[in-house]
Nanobody
Framework: QVHLVESGGGLVQAGGSLRLSCTTS????????MGWFRQAPGKEREFVAT????????YYSDSVKGRFTISRDNAKNTVYLQMNSLKPEDTAVYYC????????????????WGQGTQVFVSS
């Protein structure tokens, strides 16, 4: 079993930045595709970004493209989500997730999930 530990959430003003981190427990994290999802109050969980095992390929939802950057450091078993130019509509609980195989935005394909970290963006 893989467990994920998240950090970096918090409160920022619109236009500000945050960096979320997610560290995996597995020693074979390089074999896992990683993703970020988020869930706002009263809404379903939605895809944010994903990164391939090598880190060479990334994919973003249209709502965050150009503002968020996903990256990973396999030596540290850690994936990051750099969030810039934050908007109030980015307010949500953010979850990191892991899966075997290639990248996908399909939530059900991810096998392991973090506890979630709250991001609040004030206007």
């Amino acid at each position: 079993q893989v467990h994920l530990v998240e950090s970096g959430g918090g409160l920022v003003q619109a236009g500000g930045s945050l960096r979320l981190s997610c560290t995996t427990s597995t020693r074979t994290s390089s074999r896992h595709t990683m993703g970020w999802f988020r869930q706002a109050p009263g809404k379903e969980r939605e895809f944010v970004a994903t990164i391939s095992r090598s880190g060479d390929n990334t994919y973003y939802s249209d709502s965050v493209k150009g503002r968020f950057t996903i990256s990973r450091d396999n030596a540290k078993n850690t994936v990051y989500l750099q969030m810039n130019s934050l908007k109030p509509e980015d307010t949500a609980v953010y979850y990191c997730a892991a899966k075997g195989g290639s990248t996908t935005q399909i939530e059900r394909m991810y096998d392991y999930w973090g506890q979630g970290t709250q991001v609040f963006v004030s206007s």
